[in-house]
Nanobody, 124 residues
Framework: QVQLVESGGGLVQAGGSLRLSCAAS????????MGWFRQAPGKEREFVAA????????YYAESVKGRFTISRDNAKNTVYLQMNSLKPEDTAVYYC?????????????????WGQGTQVTVSS
């Protein structure tokens, strides 16, 4: 069992930056693929970024490519999402997720554990 707790959300102006963190419990964190998803009001939850167990492989949604960076520190059981050049359309609740299978995936049903989410609001 893995418990995930996100932090770092908040209100930022367009063009600004935020760094989200996701702290995981459990001794097997380093074996999990980790992902970030987001859900805007009235929309379905969507994939944002994912990273494999050792950080050697990352994958991004087209909408965030070049602006967001996912990384992880297995010694700290933490995964990060650095978000730069934020736009109002990035406003959403951001969720951290963990996947027991090693390969990267983009479907939310492919992830086994979820955090409670952190709100990111980008003002224009």
């Amino acid at each position: 069992q893995v418990q995930l707790v996100e932090s770092g959300g908040g209100l930022v102006q367009a063009g600004g930056s935020l760094r989200l963190s996701c702290a995981a419990s459990g001794r097997t964190f380093s074996s999990y693929t980790m992902g970030w998803f987001r859900q805007a009001p009235g929309k379905e939850r969507e994939f944002v970024a994912a990273i494999n167990w050792n950080g050697g492989t990352t994958y991004y949604a087209e909408s965030v490519k070049g602006r967001f960076t996912i990384s992880r520190d297995n010694a700290k059981n933490t995964v990060y999402l650095q978000m730069n050049s934020l736009k109002p359309e990035d406003t959403a609740v951001y969720y951290c997720a963990a996947r027991r299978v090693a390969n990267i995936a983009t479907g939310e049903y492919e992830y086994d554990y979820w955090g409670q989410g952190t709100q990111v609001t980008v003002s224009s």
